[in-house]
């Protein structure tokens, strides 16, 4: 099954995973695989938004190995799964040759800025404002100096 990484790299070979359900308990979840190098959350189908919220979870709860998406996702949702601490995205040899990396690239690429804070390093849409705002407001400073 193919694996595209969050930097949009392809990872050929899956390796030995664990995996848990989207709707898994987070404190089931920490006492288990707490230490796995790598934990995989199942989407059952790609509108199923509860793999999001573990993901965000377990960041909190302070699980720092590699979490993997897998199930039959999207390339529109690549960015919002990498934004909310996935580290990887494990797709269908199938859907891979209807939706290859290409295509995944592109959507990784539109979405720049998020409403969230996140895991990401993309700026928030209102931390983008503020900065604007703020050169604005240096901005006409100068032009007010005599």
């Known amino acids: ?9 392809f990872l050929a070979v899956a390796d ?24 995989g959350i199942i ?4 509108h199923d938004g509860r793999g999001y919220s573990l ?12 979490l993997r998406a897998i199930g039959p996702l999207i390339p529109d ?4 799964l990498i934004a909310c601490g996935f580290d990887e995205i494990e797709i269908s040899d199938e859907q891979f040759l209807r939706q290859p ?12 800025h998020s409403y969230q804070n996140n895991n990401s390093t993309k700026t928030s849409i209102f931390q983008s404002r503020r900065q604007k705002i703020a050169a604005n407001r ?8 005599p």
């Open 138 to 145: 240096h901005l006409n400073l100068v032009r007010e100096l």
């Open 16 to 39: 030995n995973v664990e995996t848990i359900s989207n709707s898994a308990a987070i404190a089931d979840v920490m006492a288990q695989f707490a230490n796995a190098e790598i934990l």
């Open 55 to 66: 993901t965000k979870k377990l960041r909190r709860a302070g699980f720092n190995g590699k």
């Open 77 to 80: 949702q690549f960015s919002d």
């Open 101 to 112: 990396l290409v295509q995944w690239l592109a959507a990784k690429e539109i979405s720049q």
């Open 1 to 9: 099954m193919p694996i595209i990484d969050k930097e949009g790299n």
């Open 43 to 46: 989407f059952p189908t790609h």
